[in-house]
């Protein structure tokens, strides 16, 4: 099991996944807000997720876990 983690600190403006989502490298999952603006959230490489572990309009920190994936 791998943990997806937060790049930066910022509200979750936007979770573009739902578990069971089979993801390729590259895609994105998760659209952080920032100082107004969208920073996307990519994968490096292909997995499945398992548990989304954010909300919309929640708050993250830098290295906060984002998704669980398989």
Do not use: Q
Not at 25 to 52: H, N, R
């Amino acid at each position: 099991m791998t943990h997806l983690l937060s790049s930066m600190a910022g509200n979750v403006y936007k979770v573009l996944v739902k578990p069971g989502d089979r993801l390729e490298p590259g895609e994105e999952v998760v659209i952080l807000e920032s100082m107004k603006m969208e920073i996307p959230i990519t994968l490096e490489s292909a997995a499945t997720v398992k548990e989304i572990k954010v909300s919309e309009g929640e708050f993250v920190n830098e290295g906060d876990v984002i998704l669980v994936l398989e």
